[in-house]
């Protein structure tokens, strides 16, 4: 399988699906941070070079509802229209199989004709954190839970995802949220858990 792992400079993604056999390249404006097969440029130049799959991380600083006291002067600038116009040209590529992630934001507001996400959380994959994030897929299964931590669950995705016996264990950490002010702060926020990067590979590494 050919993918396209876009707007990914950890390369964690690329490398799930590199291990398992499958032609997979990152891209992003920035070098990757570590060896592999990256193209540094505009994801959108490549999109039409024959991926069977595409996975994409685009920018959340302008759509992301923690920073909705800033939209209105997002929007009489313009950066949150042109933030959109991206999040549908990838919708839009000629790939068969797309995942587009981002958290909770105003995308369905304004893309309509986008499918509601699917929200996961990394405690759902092994790791004992909270960071909701949203998966808008296109001829994929939703991504299955491959290791519950205890832990309670969030009052969002308590009604999408019922797993009994964990609301009474030890609160999960959020540390992406709870770091530091630094110039690359955003920069590792952004970088997807190595739990979701392994079921991405392992479950959407297989015909639908």
Known sequence: MRVLVACERSGRV????HRRGHEAMSCDTAPSDTVGHHHQGNVLDVLDRGW????AFPPCTHL??????YFKEKRQRGVQQEALQFIKSLWDAPVEKVCIENPVGIINR??????LPQYVQPYLFGSPEQKKTGLWLRNLNPLRP??????????HSSQQ????????APPHRQSTLAMSPSADRARKR???????AEAMA???????
């Open 14 to 17: 690329r490398d799930a699906f």
């Open 52 to 55: 069977d799959l595409m996975i």
């Open 64 to 69: 992301a509802v923690s920073g909705a006291q």
């Open 110 to 115: 304004y893309l309509p004709e986008m499918p």
């Open 146 to 155: 491959t290791e519950v931590v205890a832990g309670p669950l969030s009052r």
């Open 161 to 168: 995802l019922a797993l009994p016996g964990i609301e009474d």
């Open 190 to 196: 952004s970088i997807t858990f190595i739990g979701i």
């Open 202 to 208: 392992e479950q959407w590494g297989l015909p639908v």
